[in-house]
């Protein structure tokens, strides 16, 4: 009868480590704590506030009346909501933003990310 015989390789703390960060992260992931660009899973629409896409789009800036914590709230809102919507782009891609201030004052964006 063949005899087997266990060749143990310990593991370093650096390898420890390593499989343990990989494993949390895959973790994570499954558990939907990684933001919706990150999904290994592909494109996800889980923003609530909507997406905007394409070559042209259109936002327009105003007050809105919306119900927050059961009291009427009048903040500025983008195309309806408050944060506005997403705007996704691939990189290199030209785009067209039409932005119509609805407001009686002037306004600026802020463009995060570009």
Do not use: C, F
């Not at 060749?7 to 933001?35: D, E, F, N, W, Y």
């Not at 919306?66 to 891609?93: C, F, M, V, Y």
Request: charged residues 20%; neutral net charge.
């Amino acid at each position: 009868m063949a005899r087997s015989s266990i060749i143990s390789h310990p593991l370093s703390r650096r390898q420890v480590l390593k499989g343990g960060a990989a494993l949390g992260l895959g973790s994570a992931a499954a558990m939907g704590l990684t933001p919706a660009w990150a999904s290994p899973w592909g494109r996800t629409n889980v923003y609530a506030q909507g997406v905007e896409e394409g070559p042209e789009i259109s936002l327009a800036i105003r007050r809105e009346s919306i119900p927050i914590d059961g009291q009427e709230a009048h903040p500025i809102t983008i195309n309806g909501t408050s944060p506005g919507p997403l705007i996704r782009l691939k990189e290199g891609q030209d785009a067209v933003l039409r932005v119509t201030n609805l407001l009686d004052e002037s306004t600026s964006i802020h463009w995060h990310g570009l």
